[in-house]
């Protein structure tokens, strides 16, 4: 069984002000992780993936995630908040089930960033 | 790379009529195609996993007769929507698995069932 929880469904920061997005997942087998961002009515874009290489992962638009076994943890971060970044974000847990990668998202986080 | 459509990106129908989203994987050849559904304020709900040429594996509670998948070919998949009700008004989102772990998504498609 896999399963994420991201806290806070809700997340305002300041222009320029550091983004973090919690993530903790639970997996029976190592897992891979995943961050997606959706902008309003549109798919999901992958933002950055862990796949058991380095634990610190970095994305596009600036964001970096941190595997944390031991805290079983894959918090989203970006240095200094665009307007841009305004968006939901998804953490993501994968593995193999059947024969095919099985994706457990978590609830989402609704990032504002305030001018 | 790794770019996925969805046609038609908004559709309106009637109740009772049914409506065919496709989904193409565009620069890729996808060994997997999965259809997932989102709420309002919600997160993606997975319907179904399809291979090319093999049946479409439905997850729990997502009846197969209602929601009709078919996996064409390497770059395509098809969501019919049969006997549409107002309860399947949503988001329907399909995603494609290349030879990675990742799925690459396409950009949706909002049903409103009238």
């Known amino acids: 069984a896999q399963s994420v929880t991201q806290l806070g469904s809700h997340v305002s920061v300041s222009e320029g002000a550091l983004v973090l997005l919690r993530c903790n997942y639970s997996?029976?087998?190592?897992?891979?992780l995943f961050w997606y961002v959706q902008y309003p009515n549109q798919g999901l874009q992958l933002l950055l993936k862990?796949?058991?290489?380095?634990?610190l992962v970095k994305g596009i638009n600036g964001f970096e995630a941190e595997f944390k076994k031991s805290e079983t943890s894959f918090h989203l971060t970006k240095p200094s908040a665009h307007m841009s970044d305004a968006a939901e974000y998804f953490c993501?847990?994968?593995?193999?089930?059947?024969?095919?990668?099985?994706?457990?998202f978590g609830t989402g986080t609704k990032l504002q960033v305030i001018p | 790379g790794a770019v996925v459509s969805q046609h038609p990106s908004r559709v309106i129908c009637k109740s009772g009529t049914s409506v065919k989203i496709e989904c193409r994987s565009l620069?890729?050849?996808?060994?997997?195609m999965f259809w997932y559904r989102q709420f309002p304020k919600k997160s993606l709900m997975l319907m179904a996993t399809?291979?090319?040429?093999?049946?479409?594996?439905?997850e729990q509670g997502v009846e197969k007769d209602k929601f009709l998948i078919n996996h064409a070919s390497l770059t395509l998949s098809t969501l019919t929507v049969t006997s549409a009700h107002p309860e399947d008004s949503s988001f329907y989102i399909c995603?494609?698995?290349?030879?990675?772990?990742?799925?690459?998504f396409g950009p949706g498609t909002r049903l409103t069932v009238t």
């Open positions: 995603s494609a698995r290349r030879d990675g772990p990742e799925q690459y």
């Open positions: 399809s291979n090319e040429g093999s049946k479409a594996t439905y």
């Open positions: 993501a847990v994968s593995r193999n089930s059947g024969g095919y990668q099985k994706v457990t």
């Open positions: 862990y796949t058991s290489a380095a634990t």
């Open positions: 997996s029976s087998v190592p897992p891979y």
């Open positions: 620069d890729f050849q996808a060994t997997t």
